[in-house]
């Protein structure tokens, strides 16, 4: 079984910047696409960004240009750069791995086979 572990999450100010990591226990990043997911307080959980096992990527309109998401199959960890951080950010931020999916098939959420547990964004001032 796969185990997704996400880090560096924290307290950001408006306009700030964080990186998110997403480390795997096997090479399942280089097999299956791989997705980061937010979901705040009382919402949906909503895709943030996607990348293939090929390395094409695409992202919500909400984050399109603050926020990329990158891949290190030898180190087994995909990245979510993240920045000039706005308020409506703040979310718990997931890692999904293990998507058998092509093109907008992979917004879907049941296409992910292994979830980690999560790591919380907030943005205030």
């Known amino acids: 079984q796969v185990r997704l572990v996400e880090s560096g999450g924290g307290l950001v100010q408006p306009g700030g910047s964080l990186r998110l990591s997403c480390a795997a226990s096997g090479s399942i990043f280089s097999i299956y696409t791989t997705g980061w997911y937010r979901q705040a307080p009382g919402k949906q959980r909503d895709l943030v960004a996607v990348i293939t096992s090929g390395g094409t990527t695409n992202y919500a309109d909400a984050v399109k240009g603050r926020f990329t998401i990158s891949r290190d199959n030898a180190n087994n960890t995909v990245y979510l750069q993240m920045n000039s951080l706005k308020p409506e950010d703040t979310a718990g931020y997931y890692c999904?791995?293990?998507?058998?999916?092509?093109?907008?098939?992979?917004?879907?959420?049941?296409?992910?086979?292994?979830w980690g547990q999560g790591t919380q964004v907030t943005v205030s001032s």
């Open positions: 999904a791995a293990g998507g058998d999916c092509s093109g907008s098939g992979c917004y879907d959420a049941t296409k992910y086979a292994y």
